[in-house]
């Protein structure tokens, strides 16, 4: 009986958490009717870009424990991808496709030298990788070099169409997230993480599974930095591939909760919203806030906002468990 009671109460729960993602979507789809102006809906065009590249990294930091610093590189490649298929008049979508398949094959350009390095050893080389992409790119006359690269689309500005845009990626790069923890391939490269030479015991191929995650989070990656150099309709190479960035993309879902599916979401909109208050209020100094928050965050709670909001549940469950057991006389 009572497992029958357990199984009943804990139905409608479940059946709420199933349902949550798709009411937050909905809300966020509707959110434009109620007019609340431009600079917000920038604002939240912008996190769901953060969104995307954070659920992104993830794939392959967070899932499978290799902690990258380049995805600058497949972001930065991906917005000059989109941009030059833009000016030739090709489809956003198309563009957007070649954004995240340049990126892809950038990934593969990257990852065969690098995954055969472990440790802080990976992390220094993709250190590496991304400032020679950022110094070539600045020499790049096709691109305009330093100067930066300006996007001449034909057709009146409609922002909610980048808006939906965003909205869409942002969503399509969860689902993926979702799918890959759940499948198999999530499973080997949570192993690799956790052990890579027992998982290459049990038969995954640490080499393989970590080449594909590359490519698939540098895909979303690609895909998000030409969504963005759309919308901006300018970028150059000290933006799109700034050290900066690499650092914001790791840190969202550090901040979020690595390696869970909702930790970098909550990570990327903490961050979109702070982070140009922040740019503003100290130009100079907002590069030692992030990494100050870094080691704060690595130093004090390791599981971010949803580690923390786990513990918190804990303590209350525990609390409760204690008040019942102990019974007004």
Not at 195 to 213: H, Q, T, Y
Request: glycine letters at 12%.
């Amino acid at each position: 009986m009572k497992g029958r009671l357990n199984k009943g109460v804990s139905s409608p729960s479940k059946f709420a958490a199933a349902l949550a993602p798709f009411l937050l979507v909905a809300i966020l789809a509707l959110l434009p009717l109620l007019e609340p102006g431009s600079e917000t809906i920038r604002l939240l065009f912008v996190t769901f870009v953060w969104v995307t590249v954070s659920v992104a990294w993830n794939l392959l930091g967070g899932f499978g424990g290799q902690v990258s610093f380049g995805f600058a590189v497949f972001y930065g490649l991906g917005a000059y991808a989109a941009a030059l298929s833009l000016n030739r008049g090709i489809s956003p979508i198309l563009s957007f496709l070649l954004a995240g398949s340049v990126a892809v094959l950038a990934s593969l350009l990257v990852g065969l030298p690098t995954f055969r390095l472990k440790g802080p050893y990976f992390a220094i080389a993709t250190i590496g990788a991304s400032e020679a992409v950022r110094v070539v790119m600045t020499n790049v006359s096709i691109t305009g070099g330093a100067s930066g690269y300006r996007i001449m689309e034909t057709g009146t500005f409609h922002q909610l169409q980048h808006f939906y845009t965003a909205l869409a990626l942002a969503v399509i790069a969860m689902a993926i997230s979702i799918l890959v923890q759940r499948s198999k391939f999530g499973l080997a490269l949570i192993a690799i993480r956790e052990d890579e030479e027992a998982a290459s015991d049990l038969g995954v191929n640490p080499f393989r599974a970590k080449l594909l995650a590359h490519a698939l989070a540098a895909a979303l990656t690609g895909a998000a930095g030409g969504v963005y150099a759309r919308y901006a309709a300018f970028i150059h190479p000290q933006g799109v591939f700034a050290f900066s960035v690499g650092v914001a993309i790791l840190l969202m879902p550090i901040i979020g909760g690595v390696g869970t599916v909702w930790g970098p979401v909550i990570g990327a909109v903490v961050y979109g919203l702070v982070h140009e208050e922040l740019i503003a209020s100290f130009p100079q100094l907002h590069l030692l806030l992030y990494g100050s928050l870094l080691i704060l965050i690595i130093f004090f709670e390791p599981g971010g906002v949803i580690g923390l909001l786990e513990k918190s549940f804990r303590v209350f469950a525990y609390t409760r468990r204690l008040s019942g057991s102990h019974p007004q006389r």
